[in-house]
């Protein structure tokens, strides 16, 4: 990250309300400084929602569930990512049987990865979500019971992570980036914390 955006940022501490460690992981590989605090907020969304809101929702709804972590300057980002196919939501799998069937749903199909953000200080709110689109090559039975007994994608929304043996071995094309599929659409969060 340059150092002129460092110092910037460098006045405004980050927290990151997210026990997620791909979204730690990736902001720090950006080069962005943060401490994590998380609370525990129900994931329930109003039924009339569509795919593209719901993360967003959710996003604006931890923000304002953790906002009393907030201090003079500090921002507080929160996110949360869903797994679309038409209209149906695939969120994190509840065990081995759901995991199985959303696997197959989206076994050699196209599907998006909305992840919805929000950047809260005590002065602005400032929300937006990142989209990308993933092409999941045909599974056997025996692929997917692999990958759900390996790997135990039981916290990942759409029952898979892209940076596991499904992302090497099955995906074959990704519209959008790479970042925003593992959970935070980090040119986003960049471009936007650089206009709070």
């Known amino acids: 990250m340059p150092q002129s955006i460092k110092k910037k940022l460098a006045a405004y501490p980050l927290i990151l309300a997210s026990k997620s460690p791909r979204r730690s992981q990736l902001l720090t590989e950006a080069g962005f400084r943060f401490k994590v605090k998380t609370k525990e907020v129900k994931e329930d969304y109003p039924s009339h929602l569509s795919p593209e809101e ?21 921002i507080l980002i929160t996110a949360d990512t869903v797994v679309t196919k038409g209209k149906n939501i695939y969120e994190k799998p509840k065990d081995k049987a759901d995991a199985f069937r959303i ?14 953000v929000c950047l809260l200080s005590k002065k602005k709110k400032v ?11 045909p599974m056997s039975k025996a692929e997917i019971a692999y990958y759900v007994e390996e790997f135990q994608p039981y916290d990942k929304a759409g029952a898979y992570a892209i940076q ?23 040119d986003l969060v960049y471009k936007y914390l650089g206009e709070m």
Request: proline share 3%.
């Open 54 to 74: 719901v993360p967003l929702f959710l996003a604006e709804k931890k923000a304002f569930a953790c906002q009393d972590f907030l201090r003079k300057k500090q």
């Open 103 to 116: 696997l197959k749903k989206l076994s050699g199909k196209w599907h998006k990865v909305i992840t919805g």
């Open 127 to 137: 929300s937006f979500i990142g989209v990308s689109k993933v092409k999941l090559e």
């Open 164 to 186: 596991e043996w499904i992302g090497l071995c099955k995906i074959s094309k990704i519209e959008g980036t790479y970042s925003n599929i593992m959970g935070l659409p980090v």
